[in-house]
């Protein structure tokens, strides 16, 4: 975007191959150049956790009791009814005794809330006390995942990671959900990527998975740049212990409750258009041709489309004329999936917000997408009262504000996705690379010279350098 500033600060990282320091040395000497960024960065994500927290204070003091009142106040969070919901207040185990609609690793920090707060004899007590370690457990991993985010930006552009933990969007959706949990995770797993501890990363990376499905959309771009640059061990590393973890952490569910621990792919191939996605507005639009109310039309639509979006990212990052950084083809993914999806939360933007910081750190293009996502946050809890009470009702806003917000949000998504991929195209304007580094969460790829090339036809090149 023309006129945009770069989020600038500290030195240049060395380009070559031969001078940056690997192993274990890289990795300790990269956290350490945290030094005091990281108590600023602990201390910025603890900050944005509190005024998370002070959102909801209208739910926890009963709004989330009583009906549209929670979409009024604009502090509406999953966590307290599916407390009572998926039956961990009456002391039912998840999966086993009740079928929730999450994988494992949500299961597993719902059944560890729930016991923390089991002595507690009033259940409305109860239920807020569980909502509160939630939210405990969940500031851990914003911590983690800002930390992480520091660290694959590089000494050069560490305090980007402010714009993760200070982001108005994110602050508001924080705990709606469990997100933020395989946010951490996800961001923890490049970060281990980046210090060149490819099973670390896999393990990790295969957590994230068993927490929020999206994670895994991280192995297609690591295929992509591992066959460019000739790297496909620390791939097939990656991608085994990730495989490893997940299982080791499903299995035994599947095993002992399959029903239970099948609920979440069942549900997720059955929903519908969700608010939010595109589909959505398309049924709003009533569109001839457009069949969006059959699920299997519904799930072939928007598989295909995905499809085809990730064979374009397949086809940039063979044929750029400079590989692309793992940031950047990370987010082109996780954009197009959410671009495509049938469900699109207000509280996915937590998965984008880490991506958008790492793949562009410009701070023009970031604003205009949190006002689009702010925009829509407030947008839905008003939409929500307009379904349930109707456009007259106090907080309720029209159809046609909320989809303009529907198509904003898509929109700016849409845009970033575009000027990422102008930049990929055009290296010499990323802000990033323009620095004098390669790609500074890149491990192994960092200054890697590229094996595999599409450009006119198949084309192969003697690596540079050894892996």
């Not at 201390?43 to 959102?55: C, I, K, P, T």
Request: aromatic share 12%.
């Amino acid at each position: 975007m023309m006129g945009e500033q770069a989020w600038r600060g500290g030195a240049a990282e060395p380009t070559s191959a031969q001078s940056r320091p690997r192993g274990s040395g890289a990795a300790i000497g990269r956290w350490a150049a945290l030094g005091g960024s990281a108590i600023v960065l602990v201390l910025a994500s603890l900050l944005a956790a509190g005024l998370a927290v002070g959102a909801k204070q209208a739910c926890r003091t009963g709004a989330w009791n009583f009906g549209v009142a929670q979409y009024q106040a604009h502090c509406y969070t999953d966590i307290y009814p599916l407390y009572f919901d998926e039956g961990l207040s009456a002391g039912k185990i998840p999966y086993l005794d009740h079928h929730v609609e999450y994988p494992v690793l949500i299961g597993a920090v719902m059944q560890g809330a729930a016991w923390v707060v089991r002595s507690i004899s009033n259940p409305y007590v109860r239920g807020l006390q569980f909502f509160d370690v939630t939210v405990a457990v969940l500031a851990l991993f914003l911590v983690a995942g800002v930390l992480a985010t520091a660290y694959c930006a590089g000494p050069a552009r560490r305090w980007t990671a402010l714009l993760v933990a200070l982001s108005p969007a994110l602050i508001l959706a924080a705990f709606i959900n469990w997100d933020l949990i395989a946010m951490g995770l996800m961001m923890m797993a490049l970060a281990a990527w980046a210090a060149r501890r490819p099973v670390l990363a896999g393990v990790l990376l295969g957590l994230a998975v068993a927490t929020k499905f999206y994670p895994v959309l991280v192995l297609w771009p690591l295929l992509l740049l591992c066959l460019r640059a000739g790297r496909m061990r620390a791939f097939w590393q990656t991608t085994g212990s990730a495989a490893l973890a997940w299982l080791a952490v499903n299995l035994p569910v599947a095993i002992i409750a399959p029903s239970g621990w099948a609920t979440f792919y069942v549900y997720s191939s059955k929903r519908g258009a969700d608010w939010g996605c595109i589909y959505f507005f398309f049924q709003h639009m009533h569109w001839p041709g457009v069949d969006t109310y059959s699920v299997p039309a519904l799930n072939l639509m928007s598989g295909a489309a995905f499809a085809v979006a990730c064979g374009a990212i397949g086809l940039l990052a063979l044929a750029a004329p400079r590989r692309p950084r793992l940031a950047q083809l990370i987010f082109l993914t996780t954009a197009a999936f959410l671009l495509t999806n049938k469900v699109w939360s207000p509280q996915y933007v937590v998965w984008l917000v880490p991506l958008v910081v790492l793949a562009r750190p410009k701070i023009g293009g970031y604003l205009v997408w949190q006002a689009a996502e702010v925009g829509y946050f407030y947008a839905i809890w008003g939409y929500l009262i307009t379904v349930i009470e109707g456009d007259r009702y106090p907080g309720a806003i029209s159809s046609a504000l909320y989809f303009t917000s529907v198509l904003a949000r898509f929109g700016t998504v849409a845009l970033l996705s575009g000027l990422v991929v102008s930049e990929v195209l055009r290296p010499g304007r990323d802000v990033v690379r323009s620095a004098g580094v390669d790609d500074p969460a890149g491990g192994v790829l960092s200054g890697a010279a590229d094996v595999l090339l599409l450009r006119g036809g198949l084309r192969r090149r003697r690596p540079l350098t050894a892996a």
